[in-house]
C-alpha cells in the first residue's frame, strides 16, 4: 500500500496576502508635510509682525496725583500736563487728584502701587524724577487699577518747569 495522506482540517478560509497598502500612509504624510509647512509659516509672519507693532502702541498708565506741596492749583497743573502728555510709550489717564491738607512734602516722589519696577523706572527717568525716589508702596485694594501715585513736594514748580521746556 502506499504512503497515507496527512489529511489537515481547516475551519476557515485562508486569506490570498495582499501587498500593503502604502496609499493611506503616503496621504497622512502629505498632510502631516503641509500641515507643518503652514504652522512654520504662521509662525515666522507672527514673530515678524511683533518686531514691527511692538513701539505702535502706547501703553495706557493709570495715574493719582497728590498735591502735598501746599502750593495751590499744583495739583489741576501737573493733571492737565500728564493728560496732554502722549508720547510713544505713555499715555497718562489721571483718575484721581486731591490735595493733603497741612501736610508739606519736600520732595516730589512716585509711589509704585502696581508692582512693575521697570515700567516705574521708565516713568520715573520720563518724569525727570531720581529713581531713589521711587517707592514700592503697593495698594492692598486698588480697585481703581492704580499703576503709580506722584506726590507732589515743594519742587514742584522746578519740575513743572522741566517738562515745559522738553
Known sequence: MGKKLKKEYRFYRRK?????????????????????????????????????????????????????????????????????????????????????????????????RGGKPKLMGEIADFLGIQKKRVIYKPLKDNYRDLDFTLVLGADVENILEKWKRK
Request: with cysteine; charged share 25%; proline share 3%.
Open 16 to 112: 490570498p496576502e495582499r501587498e500593503k497598502e502604502s496609499g493611506f500612509y503616503g496621504i497622512l504624510i502629505i498632510l502631516l508635510a503641509i500641515f507643518v509647512f503652514v504652522y512654520g509659516f504662521s509662525f515666522v509672519k507672527r514673530v515678524g509682525q511683533k518686531e514691527k507693532n511692538s513701539n505702535i502702541e502706547p501703553r495706557g498708565v493709570r495715574v493719582q496725583v497728590i498735591d502735598g506741596s501746599g502750593t495751590h492749583g499744583a495739583c489741576g497743573d501737573v493733571s492737565s500736563f500728564l493728560k496732554e502728555r502722549k508720547t510713544k510709550n505713555f499715555i497718562f489717564y489721571v483718575v484721581d487728584k486731591f490735595d493733603l491738607p497741612d501736610s508739606l512734602v519736600t520732595r516730589t516722589i512716585l509711589l509704585d
